[in-house]
């Protein structure tokens, strides 16, 4: 299981730098390297054993995946680099803190009124 457990670690690390930043893409006089916010699960799973062998025994087990959210790139053009976020992820993902947050907001404002 020691064995299992760092091959795991081993590959975690090595797919979470390639996929939170991507290759970079050399276009005209400026250099792209993209750059994303990252999730991902796991799963595991188990065999129970029956204590009578003529019965069936118990297994039962689970999965994950993973979520990429593109959130911008570093630009670089004339020796100067800079980080160039992409708007419209940045919105999608803003969206539901602005809602929670305002939400909260009202609930104090009320309960301050009070």
């Not at 290759?23 to 129970?48: H, K, L, Q, R, S």
């Not at 999608?92 to 907001?105: C, D, E, H, S």
């Amino acid at each position: 299981m020691a064995s299992l457990t760092k091959q795991l670690a081993d590959t975690v690390t090595q797919v979470g730098v390639h996929s939170a930043y991507g290759a970079p893409v050399e276009t005209g006089d400026a250099t792209i390297m993209p750059v994303a916010c990252t999730w991902y699960g796991f799963g595991a799973g188990e065999a129970g054993i029956a204590e009578d062998p003529a019965e069936p025994g118990d297994g039962s087990g689970g999965g994950g995946g993973g979520l990429s959210i593109p959130v911008g790139a570093f630009v670089t053009r004339d020796s100067s680099t800079r980080f160039e976020p992409n708007v419209i992820a940045l919105l999608v993902v803003a969206t539901p803190f602005v809602w929670v947050a305002g939400r909260a907001l009202a609930r104090i404002i009320r309960a301050l009124k009070r």
